[in-house]
C-alpha cells in the first residue's frame, strides 16, 4: 500500500497520540507499506481552521498518488472542510475528540460542531479504545466502517519477578509517586497536588515527567503549587526512555488523574513495571484499570478520594503488594503493539479491495497493475 499519514509537527513529539501513529507507521513500512508523512504547522485552533483555505495543500493532497490518506483526527480543524474536494479515501485516527473535554459548555459547542463536520468527512476510522469509538458514532450521520485497536504498552519490556514488585512494596519510608504526562490542565497534575497537601509530607515524594513547554502558564503555577506543600517533588521534564523506565521501576505508584483520556498508555506502561495506577473516571481508563485491583478510579478532580487511596497504599503494604501483581498480570494480558498495528492494516487492506476501490478509480487501477 502507498499511504499517507496527516499530522501536525514531528512524527517524534513525545504523546501517547503521537507513539500511537509512529508504532502504526513502523509496523507498515515493516510490513513493505510506503508511508508518506504529511506534516502541517502548529498553531492555534484559528490558525488551523485557516489551513481549508489553502490552495497549496488542498492542491497537494489532491495531486498525491496514494491508495488511501490517514488523518490523525488532531487535525481536524485543519481538514474538516477541505477534505471535502479530496477524492482519496480517508481514514482517521481518533485518540480522543477535542470536544470530550471537560471546558466550558459553549466552547465545546463550537469544537463538537467543527468535529461533527470533519468525523462525517472521512471514510473509515481507527479508535484507540470503545469509549472513543462510543464518542465518534454519537456525531456520524451514518454508520462508517471503523475498528478498535488498542494502543499498547509494551514499549519498555521491563524484565521484572514478581519478588522485585513485593520487595520494592515493602521497602521502609515514603510512598514513591511517580505523575508521567505533559504538564496541561487536562492531565490533573494539580489535583495530585491539591491531594498530597491533605496527606503528611514524610508520607510521599513524588516525581513529575512531563513535558514544560506545551502550556507554560501552567507549568509555572503547577511548581508554585508544589512548592507550598514543603514536600519533596521533583520536575524531570520531557527524558529519554530509558530514564523514564528507570523512575517507574523506582516508584510505587503511577498517578495521572485525567480529566479525560481516550485511552491512557502510560496506565499499561506503568503496570509493565507492577504499578498500580491511579486515574479518573471520565474517558477510557477504566478500560484499562479495574478499580481496587489494580488501580484506582477517581471521579475527575477529586482530590480527597485521591488523598484517601494514596494514604491507604502507604499504610497497607500488603494492599499494596496486591495491587502492583495484580497490575502487572492485566500488563500480561492486553495485546501487544504488533498485535494492534497488525489489526489495523488488516483493516486497511479490507477496505482497499471492498468499499474505497469504487471511490478512488486511480486507487483501484494500481491495485490491478500490482
Not at 490542565?185 to 515527567?209: F, I, N, Q, Y
Not at 510505587?252 to 503496570?271: C, D, K, R, T
Not at 492486553?334 to 498485535?339: E, I, K
Request: with cysteine; charged share 20%; net charge positive.
Amino acid at each position: 500500500m502507498h499511504i499517507g499519514l496527516i499530522i501536525y509537527g514531528r512524527l517524534d513529539t513525545i504523546s501517547g497520540g503521537y507513539l500511537y501513529d509512529r508504532k502504526l507507521v513502523e509496523y507498515l513500512r515493516g510490513q513493505g507499506d510506503i508511508v508518506e508523512i504529511i506534516s502541517l504547522p502548529w498553531s492555534h485552533y484559528g490558525r488551523h481552521l485557516t489551513h481549508n483555505l489553502s490552495r497549496h495543500l488542498s492542491n497537494q493532497l489532491r495531486r498525491a498518488s496514494l491508495d488511501l490518506l490517514l488523518q490523525d483526527e488532531l487535525n481536524h480543524p485543519s481538514l474538516f472542510w477541505l477534505n471535502r474536494n479530496l477524492s482519496i479515501p480517508r481514514i482517521s485516527i481518533v485518540h480522543h475528540l477535542r470536544c470530550s473535554e471537560a471546558r466550558a459548555a459553549w466552547q465545546n459547542r463550537f469544537y463538537r460542531w467543527i468535529e461533527m463536520r470533519y468525523l462525517n468527512s472521512v471514510d473509515g476510522f481507527i479508535y484507540n479504545s470503545q469509549t472513543t469509538k462510543t464518542a465518534v458514532t454519537q456525531l456520524l450521520h451514518a454508520p462508517q466502517p471503523g475498528v478498535v485497536a488498542y494502543p499498547a504498552g509494551n514499549r519498555f519490556q521491563p524484565a521484572i519477578t514478581p519478588a522485585t514488585i513485593a520487595a520494592r512494596a515493602q521497602e521502609n519510608g515514603p510512598l514513591r509517586l511517580i505523575f508521567v504526562g505533559n504538564l496541561i490542565p487536562r492531565k490533573g497534575l494539580h489535583t495530585l497536588l491539591t491531594a498530597l497537601a491533605r496527606l503528611p509530607v514524610e508520607s510521599w515524594e513524588l516525581t513529575v515527567v512531563g513535558e514544560t513547554a506545551v502550556n507554560p502558564a501552567y507549568a509555572r503555577a503547577i511548581k508554585r503549587q508544589a512548592a507550598q506543600l514543603n514536600g519533596q517533588t521533583r520536575f524531570l521534564g520531557a527524558i529519554a526512555d530509558d530514564d523514564l523506565a528507570q523512575q517507574l521501576r523506582r516508584s510505587h505508584l503511577l498517578v495521572v488523574p485525567s480529566q479525560y483520556e481516550g485511552f491512557g498508555i502510560v496506565y499499561l506502561e506503568a503496570m509493565s513495571f507492577g504499578l498500580p495506577a491511579i486515574a479518573a473516571t471520565a474517558g477510557a481508563a477504566h478500560e484499562i484499570i479495574r478499580h481496587e485491583t489494580d488501580g484506582f478510579l477517581i471521579n475527575p478532580g477529586d482530590a480527597p478520594a485521591l488523598a484517601a487511596h494514596i494514604r491507604a497504599l502507604h499504610h497497607n503494604r500488603a494492599r499494596l503488594t496486591e495491587m502492583g501483581l495484580a497490575a502487572r498480570q492485566r500488563f500480561l494480558a492486553h495485546p501487544g503493539w504488533n498485535d494492534s498495528m497488525a489489526r489495523i492494516r488488516q483493516f486497511l487492506l479490507a477496505q482497499l479491495k471492498t468499499g474505497f476501490l469504487i471511490k478512488n478509480p486511480v486507487s483501484q487501477k494500481r491495485n490491478h497493475d500490482d
